[in-house]
């Protein structure tokens, strides 16, 4: 049973385009909603994150879209560039003493082309 | 200020064998978790320590998996015997206490078991 699922698999932009990652979650328990980056041989790093008492968060080229009745929040990426080509994972984890686990989507193969 | 650590980054292993991997985390963070991304799935939880004390282990596939934290500096995870499902990347995340939800993930080990 896949927690958070994440689409598209793969996404090819032109650069300076707008790309868009969606997720979907079931537990509606989780209140914290990151985005990690990953470029090849480097480990996963905090991009961008949302808690469900707001419905976006932007910074810089970055945005978060959140809802929260339909249980989905999506990345965008403005004025994309070829060195956002990387994977991006969405994640989600709900507080529960201090423990804080991730449950991540597959992830999105992202490619920027020049 | 040095990052997550983790050793070693590849490990190539005949199904039976033992392999151990370490994970420094990040100076003074108390928390320390394990993850791993079989090929083509996403990033699982396997385990979370609070300084040197196991908090869950829910994600732990089986016995043959034994995550240590002595003195709760490093942690090592050792598997015995391994099994061919056993290959994917095995990541080591941390974060300073428990309101800290940005959790600082190494580079991974990316273990094959032939």
């Known amino acids: 049973q896949q927690q958070v699922k994440q689409s598209p698999q793969s996404l090819i932009v032109q650069k300076g385009g707008i790309s868009i990652i969606n997720c979907a979650y079931e537990?509606?328990?989780?209140?914290?909603f990151p985005w990690y980056q990953q470029f090849p041989g480097k480990g996963p790093a905090l991009l961008i994150a949302?808690?469900?008492?707001?419905s976006e968060k932007k910074e810089g080229r970055f945005t978060i879209s959140f809802n929260k009745s339909a249980k989905q929040f999506s990345l965008h990426i403005m004025d994309s560039q070829p060195g956002d080509s990387a994977t991006y994972f969405c994640?989600?984890?709900?507080?529960?003493?201090?423990?804080?686990?991730?449950?991540f989507g597959k992830g999105t193969l992202l490619t920027v082309n020049p | 200020e040095a990052g997550v650590t983790q050793f070693p980054s590849h490990s190539v292993i005949e199904k039976g064998q033992t392999v151990t991997l370490r994970c420094d985390p990040i100076?003074?963070?108390?928390?320390l978790y394990w993850y791993r991304r079989v090929m083509g799935k996403e990033i699982k939880f396997l385990l979370h320590?609070?300084?040197?004390?196991?908090?869950?282990e829910s994600g732990m596939p089986n016995n043959r998996f034994l995550a240590e934290r002595t003195g709760g500096t490093y942690s090592t995870l050792k598997v015995q015997p391994a099994e061919l499902e056993d290959s994917g990347v095995y990541f080591c995340?941390?974060?300073?206490?428990?309101?800290?939800?940005?959790?600082?993930f190494g580079p991974g080990t990316r273990l094959t078991v032939l």
């Open positions: 995340a941390s974060s300073q206490d428990g309101r800290a939800r940005e959790q600082f």
């Open positions: 537990n509606t328990a989780f209140d914290y």
């Open positions: 949302i808690r469900p008492d707001v």
């Open positions: 994640a989600a984890s709900r507080s529960g003493g201090s423990n804080y686990k991730l449950t």
């Open positions: 100076s003074g963070h108390d928390n």
């Open positions: 320590f609070v300084k040197e004390s196991k908090q869950d």
